[in-house]
């Protein structure tokens, strides 16, 4: 089955470029999907990418997509103290009739110096 | 407002009762599903249901039990059989492209 992994902490200053990376084994996964978790909250879907992409941005928040290495990473640029949550990678495969929901990593946590 | 609601956020539960935690969602979604959050495990998958009167074991299901008799609702009972369920659980729904929508979340202590 698909296994997604993710470092477990990110610490980075107020102002500087965040990047949360990770990695995944399944290479039919379709899309990969990066949440955002504020404590004591459910999760929210901040961004996703297709599998036949390489790069998607959002305003401060851009993607990148390595299919061949299994590698997506997401930046934030500008980072700010409201960024400080927990980053979930999830990767999705059509199961053609399972589950068909995603497959989440640990999460990074991400901590912003001042 | 179109969302997933998740009832009560905080609940607490003796040994031996069973709980039932809320999970409702007006966003016409036929897939649901109930996650359990534990500190550094990330989300593991408990029950989903792809649609109404039907349901399936997840990752984690043994103590726990669902229903589905609404597309809008996905109940999900703590029963006294699950040994260890403390924890923050997560209900969701699955949109268009395969993207799940989170409640809010309950957080579940056992005294």
């Known amino acids: 089955g698909e296994d997604v992994e993710q470092s477990l902490f990110l610490s980075v200053r107020e102002g500087d470029s965040s990047v949360i990376n990770c990695t995944y084994t399944d290479s039919s996964s379709t899309y990969l999907y990066w949440y955002k978790q504020e404590p004591g909250a459910g999760l929210q879907l901040l961004t996703y990418i297709f599998s036949n992409m390489d790069m998607k941005q959002d305003q401060r928040l851009t993607v990148l997509l390595n299919k061949k290495d299994k590698h997506l990473s997401l930046r934030i640029a500008d980072t700010q103290t409201g960024d400080s949550a927990i980053y979930f990678c999830a990767a999705r495969m059509y199961s053609g009739g399972g589950a068909d929901g995603l497959t989440f990593g640990k999460g990074t946590h991400l901590i912003i110096q001042p | 407002d179109g969302g997933i609601t998740q009832s009560p956020k905080y609940l607490f539960r003796k040994e031996g009762q069973n709980v039932t935690l809320s999970c409702e969602q007006n966003l016409n979604h036929d897939a649901m599903y109930w996650y359990r959050q534990d500190p550094g495990q990330g989300l593991r998958l408990i029950y989903y249901s792809q649609i109404v009167n039907d349901f399936q074991k997840g990752d984690i299901a043994e103590g726990y039990s669902v229903s589905r008799e609404k597309k809008e609702s996905f109940p999900l009972t703590v029963t006294s059989a699950q040994k260890n369920p403390t924890a923050f659980y997560l209900c969701?729904?699955?949109?268009?492209?395969?993207?799940?929508?989170f409640g809010e979340g309950s957080r579940l202590t056992v005294l």
């Open positions: 969701a729904s699955r949109g268009p492209t395969g993207e799940l929508f």
